[in-house]
C-alpha cells in the first residue's frame, strides 16, 4: 500500500484518510497491519496522553464493565461523584459544580447555554484563530472560514476579535454580551498562547460587566501543558472550565466545571451518556495516574528539553517554535502537507495546526528515547528540504 495516496474505505467522506490502517498500541507507539512501528505524536488528538494499552485503565474500565456500564442521570453513582470530586479539587479555586458530556463539542455547547441562561443576554464574543468543535453551537464560536461557510447561516450572536487584543475585545462588549469565549492556547489555530496581561485583564473585564468568561481546555487541559489546566500558569480562573479529550484515557467524555455565578435548573439541559459509570471509572483512574506519575511536571520538562534540542538543530525551515509543556507547534516557511507524510514514511506520526504549522501532542507518558527518534526525524527530513 502506497502510504502518499489517500486511503478510500466506506466511511462518510467527512476525513482525509491517510494510508495507514492502524492495528494497536503500546504506550507512545503504535503499529499498523503490516507490522510497522511509529512514534505517536498525534495521539488520538491529545486524548491518549496516557498513551495506547495503559492497563490500570484497562483494569478500571473491565472492573467497571462488570459492575454497570450505564446509568440514567435520574440517579447519582460512585464513579461519577468521585470524578467530579477529583475534577473541582485539580480546578482552579472556585469551580465547584460539573455538568459531564461526552466531548469537547458538547461541553462549549453546554458553556454557550450555561453562558446565555445565567445572564439572560444572547450575544458571545470568541477570538479569531478559535477552534471550539464542530456542532453548530461550537462551530459558531469557531473562528475558521474554511468550517463555517458551509453550514450558513449558523447562531446568531457570535462576534470574533483579534486574540490577545484587549482593545478590540473591549470594543466588542456590548449590554448584550453573555460570555468571553477562549482557548487559553489556541491548539487548531497554531499552538498560540495567550498572553499573561490579556488574560488578566479579560478576567478584570467580565467581573467588571457581568459577563461569564470560559476557557476551552479541551486540548490544552490535564497536564498537558506542565499544569494541570493552562490557566494555571496565569492564575486566572474562568467561570466556566471546559475539558474533555485526556480527561478519560481514552473513552469519550467531556465536562464543564463551573463556578458559582453559573446557573442551571432541572431540564433545560442534558444528555444520555454524558458521565455514565464506565467513561467516569476510567476518569477517576486516568486523573490517578496523572497524580502518581507527575504527569504535569514530566509534560513541563519534557517539552522544555525537546524544544531546546530542536533548536540545537538550526532546521532553517523552521520559522518559531511555540510551546507549553508538550503541546508543541512548529511553524514552518512552506506547507506542512507533504512533511507529515514524509514523517509518517519514517516512522513518526504528527499532523498540523493550520497550513504551515506542525503539531505535536504526543503521549505525556513518551520516553525521552522516543523522542529522540522524533528529533532524528526532524533532522532527516527538514534538512532535504528544498
Known sequence: MDNRQQY?????????RRALTISHGRGARLWDADGKMYIDC????????????H???????????????TCS?????????????????????GLERVFFCNSGAEAMEAAIKLARLSTGRTELIAAEGAFHGRTLGALSATHREKYRIPFMPLVPGFTHVPFNDIAALEESVTENTAG?????????GGIHPADLQYLQKVRALCDKRGIILIFDEVQSGFCRTGRWFACD??????????????????????????????QAEPGLHGT???GNPLCAAAGVAAIRIMEDQHLCKRAADLGDWFVAELKKLNLPSIVEIRHMGLMIGIELDLPVGEIIIR????????????????????????????????LKTFKAVLSTIK
Not at 474505505?9 to 476525513?15: N, Q, R, S, V
Not at 442521570?73 to 479555586?93: A, R, V
Open 8 to 16: 478510500v474505505d466506506p466511511d462518510l467522506g467527512f476525513y482525509a
Open 42 to 53: 498525534i495521539a488520538g488528538m491529545g486524548v491518549a496522553a496516557l498513551g495506547h494499552g
Open 55 to 69: 492497563v490500570v485503565v484497562a483494569e478500571a474500565i473491565a472492573r467497571q464493565a462488570e459492575k454497570m456500564i
Open 73 to 93: 442521570n435520574f440517579f447519582s453513582h460512585e464513579p461519577g461523584t468521585l470524578l467530579m470530586e477529583k475534577l473541582i479539587e485539580i480546578s482552579p479555586p
Open 180 to 188: 468571553i469565549m477562549l482557548e487559553v492556547v489556541q491548539g487548531e
Open 233 to 262: 500558569h496565569y492564575d486566572v480562573a474562568p467561570d466556566i472550565l471546559a475539558v474533555a479529550k485526556a480527561m478519560a484515557g481514552g473513552l469519550p467524555m467531556g465536562a464543564v466545571i463551573c463556578s458559582d455565578k453559573v
Open 272 to 274: 444520555t451518556f454524558g
Open 343 to 374: 514523517f509518517q514514511d519514517k516512522g513518526v506520526l504528527i499532523f498540523g495546526a493550520g497550513e504551515r504549522v506542525l503539531r505535536l501532542l504526543p503521549p505525556l507518558i513518551i520516553e525521552k528515547d522516543e523522542l529522540k527518534l522524533v
